[in-house]
């Protein structure tokens, strides 16, 4: 069994900075990658960042924050994080963290993210 639990959400300003962590438990030697997906009131949600584990920590992004969020991991905590800059208030969600196992993914339960204009 996998746990992953959230951390770090909150209320930031437009245009400021908010760091996400992640920390995972359990059975996770076969996770990977881990990740963010992110859900906004009344949308679907949609796939944010993305880093491997065992691969030389190779990011992906989406476009739509591609340039301004930075996703990292520290093995030896178990840990990965999503640094986010220049937020815009349509990035305000509630923000999860994922880890895939093969076809299955793991989910967190998410933290809040609020941007004020």
């Known amino acids: 069994q996998v746990q992953l639990v959230e951390s770090g959400g909150g209320l930031v300003q437009a245009g400021g900075s908010l760091r996400l962590s992640c920390v995972a438990s359990g059975s996770i030697s076969s996770i990977d990658p881990m990740g963010w997906y992110r859900q906004a009131p009344g949308k679907q949600r949609e796939w944010v960042a993305s880093?491997?584990?065992?691969?030389?920590?190779?990011?992906n992004y989406a476009d739509s924050v591609k340039g301004r969020f930075t996703s990292t991991r520290d093995n030896a905590k178990n840990t990965v994080s999503l640094q986010m800059n220049s937020r815009k208030p349509e990035a305000a969600a509630v923000y999860y963290c994922?880890?895939?196992?093969?076809?299955?993914?793991?989910w967190g339960q998410g933290t809040q993210v609020t941007v004020s204009s």
């Open positions: 880093i491997t584990i065992t691969s030389g920590s190779a990011t």
């Open positions: 994922y880890g895939r196992e093969y076809e299955f993914i793991y």
